[in-house]
C-alpha cells in the first residue's frame, strides 16, 4: 500500500514540469535529448543591470554576484561542455524564497541565441560535483548563497557570452529588472575533480 502514495508525487511533479517544456510545432532533425527549454527571455525586463565578473549588483532587494564560470570538463557526444555558475546571491529580505534556474537564469550569446538550463548537467554535477547546489533552490530570510548552480550546456566555439539573472524573489513573473554579467574565456574557470 506504501508504494501507491509515491505516485501522486511523481504525477505532480510531471505535471508542474509540463509548462516549462513547452512544445516546438516541429520535428527534431537531430538526435537531441530535450533540454528544459523557454521563450526567450531577452527584452523582457525593463531595467538592465550591468556588473562584472566578481561585482555585486542589487535589484529587488537581492544581491547578485558572479564569481565564475565553471567548466566541469564534461562534454556530450558533440563536444559541447557543461558550465555552471559560481554565485552568491543575498536575499536582503525578511522572508525566505526559492528560486529556480529554469526561471532565474539564462545564458545570451552575442549573436541575441539564448541558452537555458539543461537537467542533463544537473544529473552530472550531483553525481561528480561537490558543492553543486541543485535546482530549485531556497534563499533564507537575510541570507546568501554560495555555490555552483547551473547548468547550460554550450558549444564548444561559444567562449565569450552574458549570464542573465532575474531577481524575482518569490513573485515568479516579476522580470522587471535584469542583472547581467559579461563572460570571457578568461572568465570560464577548469573544475579541478580529484575523482
Known amino acids: 500500500m506504501k508504494k501507491y502514495r509515491i505516485i501522486p508525487l511523481i504525477l505532480a511533479a510531471v505535471m508542474a514540469l509540463a509548462p516549462l517544456t ?3 510545432g516541429g520535428n527534431n532533425t537531430k538526435n537531441e535529448t530535450p533540454s528544459a527549454s523557454m521563450n526567450k527571455q531577452e527584452g523582457i525586463a525593463q531595467t538592465e ?7 555585486e549588483k542589487e535589484s529587488n532587494e537581492t544581491v547578485f554576484k558572479l564569481n565564475s564560470v565553471i567548466d566541469s570538463g564534461k562534454t556530450d557526444e558533440e563536444g559541447n561542455r557543461y558550465l555552471y555558475l559560481d554565485v552568491s546571491i543575498t536575499n536582503n529580505t525578511d522572508k525566505e524564497y526559492e528560486l529556480n534556474i529554469l526561471n532565474n537564469f539564462y545564458v545570451l550569446y552575442p549573436d541575441g541565441e539564448e541558452a537555458h538550463f539543461d537537467v542533463r548537467t544537473q544529473l552530472y554535477a550531483q553525481n561528480n560535483m561537490e558543492g553543486y547546489t541543485t535546482n530549485p533552490f531556497t534563499l533564507t530570510a537575510n541570507g546568501t548563497l554560495n555555490g555552483m548552480i547551473g547548468g547550460f550546456i554550450i558549444p564548444p566555439d561559444k567562449n565569450e557570452f552574458t549570464v542573465c539573472f532575474f531577481p524575482t524573489q518569490d513573485i515568479l513573473t516579476d522580470k522587471e529588472s535584469v542583472i547581467k554579467v559579461d563572460v570571457t574565456a578568461e572568465n570560464i574557470v577548469k573544475l579541478n575533480n580529484n575523482g
Open 22 to 24: 513547452g512544445c516546438n
Open 49 to 55: 543591470i550591468k556588473a562584472e565578473i566578481e561585482e
